[in-house]
């Protein structure tokens, strides 16, 4: 059992970007599905599926995207930024701006899992839960 669940669902992606693999599939949660939407729209993953399992928790395939020409993945880095023993929150005003605005930042709100940008010009604070780029 482990206790970050998060942190899993961003080392198996991780991990699997590093190995060079097509498809990951990880255990599914509700807020796992709202990042990998996320991580779609944004274009950072090629195609997900959700599949339900005999113990009703689910799955979740995603098909990750790397770099026609030179075969890099789209994902160069994950960073988990708050953790269940030290929770990070922030304001609309001082939401981060990752490498330039290059990068997301996704923030569990109180009207949803949403991008930094989403969150800014909706005027909504929240959890930092990871920085993609």
Same mark, same amino acid.
């Given at each position: ?28 949660s509700?807020?796992?599905k ?11 993953? @090629? ?5 339900? #399992?005999?113990?009703h928790?689910?799955?979740? $395939?995603? =098909?990750? %995207? ?35 605005? @290059? ?5 569990? #709100? ?6 930094? $940008?989403? =969150?800014? %010009? ?8 990871c920085?993609?780029?």
């Open positions: 059992m482990y206790t970050d669940p998060i942190a899993d669902y961003l080392t198996r992606i991780r991990n699997a970007n590093a190995a060079g693999h097509r498809v990951v599939d990880i255990p599914a509700n807020l796992k709202e990042i990998t939407k996320i991580l779609f729209d944004q274009g950072y993953i @090629l195609s997900y599926k959700f599949e339900e #399992t005999k113990n928790q689910g799955n979740i $395939k995603i =098909a990750l %995207k790397y770099d026609k020409l030179s075969k890099e993945p789209v994902i160069k880095a994950l960073q988990r930024i708050s953790t269940p023993g030290l929770r990070k929150y922030t304001g609309s005003d001082s939401l981060p701006r990752i490498l330039n605005g @290059l990068g997301i930042a996704i923030v569990s #709100t109180s009207k949803g899992v949403m991008t930094g $940008k989403q =969150a800014t %010009k909706e005027n909504v604070g929240g959890e930092l839960i920085y993609v780029y």
